[in-house]
């Protein structure tokens, strides 16, 4: 069951020219402010067009280089962004908002170290920021620092009640040190801002079946999929719901077409490993289990699993190894596994 954080909404920046002169400064302009208008509109083809006839008319354009990058991290290409954006800063190194969106580059691309110097860079400029504070929690959060992500997350929503990223942030935060009651909490807010917020909904329908509560967690997930029915986080979740359910063939349907949208989703390989382990297909469900393993995410008892189905297939050596990477990664299984066969 994979865990949505919820990704910045990127800030859409109406740069207004302060001078022009000539021609092509004209042209530029006017190139521009029809790509801002083609981003407001989330028409992200024409408006990366649009910038890119602005910035051939004028080759130091720094707004058009933001607003390009912006728009090829709308796009998925955040590789492509961190190049553009990086422009923009060198042509204006006053112009701090490039700063904080090149951060949100860097994030996707965990350019980690480069974050925390652009988020320093603007500190100062960024102090009542609910977006700066958003963007460093996700920071603190990448790095595995728990408290001092809560703690910006806390700040982001105190400058900004309606922040919805900053709520579901939070959430994530909380349900990975197993605090449900409060990821719950932020959940149901970001929901009430947002009622169809995809991410709260499948993180509440994790909540869910961490309660064993099936039902509610599969009407969590419906909701998703209704608007959505490509979902491929909901398609995975609501199969692993049909799998305690008695509905196994439907689970694997869904848990496929997520791994036709997501190939590399270990909690969905992990998932479909368990449909053929509950078939005693146990070469089928060992594939399955070592492709998740290969991709290293963490992924809830995914080792302890593996072990099992090791373990079915008379390798108990391989069981135990398993098993014992496990105990290192804190799988609950796998501990579990190990202690009762491996002494």
């Not at 509109?41 to 910038?51: G, V």
């Not at 350019?111 to 977006?131: A, C, F, G, H, P």
């Not at 728990?146 to 105190?158: K, N």
């Not at 009640?161 to 939070?170: D, G, M």
Request: glycine residues 4%; aromatic residues 10%.
């Amino acid at each position: 069951m994979p865990f949505l954080p919820s990704k910045p909404i990127l800030l859409i920046l109406l740069a207004v020219l302060i001078s022009c002169s000539g021609q092509d400064e004209k042209d530029a302009a006017d190139f521009f402010l029809k790509g801002n208008k083609a981003l407001n509109q989330k028409n992200y083809a024409e408006a990366l067009r649009l910038y890119d006839e602005a910035i051939s008319k004028n080759a130091d354009f720094s707004d058009a280089y933001l607003n390009k990058g912006i728009t090829l991290l709308k796009l998925g290409r955040p590789s492509d962004a961190y190049e553009i954006l990086t422009e923009a800063v060198r042509i204006d190194p006053s112009l701090v908002q490039a700063n904080l969106v090149r951060a949100e580059a860097g994030l996707d691309l965990g350019r980690l170290q480069d974050v925390r110097q652009d988020l320093s860079l603007i500190e100062k400029e960024y102090k009542d920021s609910t977006r700066y504070y958003l963007v460093e929690g996700n920071l603190y959060e990448a790095q595995g620092n728990a408290s001092s992500a809560l703690s910006a997350y806390d700040r982001a929503i105190a400058l900004d009640k309606l922040n919805v990223e900053a709520y579901v942030n939070r959430g994530a935060v909380h349900y990975r040190i197993r605090d449900f009651h409060q990821a719950r909490y932020d959940f149901e807010n970001a929901l009430a801002l947002d009622p169809a917020l995809p991410q709260a909904l499948n993180n509440l329908g994790l909540i869910a079946i961490k309660n064993m509560d099936w039902k509610h967690a599969n009407e969590l997930f419906d909701k998703v999929l209704d608007k959505n029915p490509d979902d491929a986080y909901s398609l995975n979740n609501k199969g692993y719901v049909l799998l305690h359910s008695g509905e196994a063939d439907q689970a694997k349907r869904l848990i496929e077409r997520s791994l036709e949208k997501q190939p590399k989703n270990g909690y969905a390989l992990r998932n479909l490993g368990l449909y053929y382990q509950r078939q005693k297909q146990y070469n089928e469900a060992l594939k399955s289990y070592l492709k998740a393993v290969e991709l290293a995410d963490p992924v809830e008892e995914l080792y302890g699993l593996t072990g099992q189905t090791y373990f079915e297939l008379k390798d108990k050596a391989n069981a135990c190894k398993i098993w014992k990477q496990g105990i290192i990664l804190k799988d609950s299984l796998a501990i579990t596994e190990a202690r009762r066969n491996c002494q």
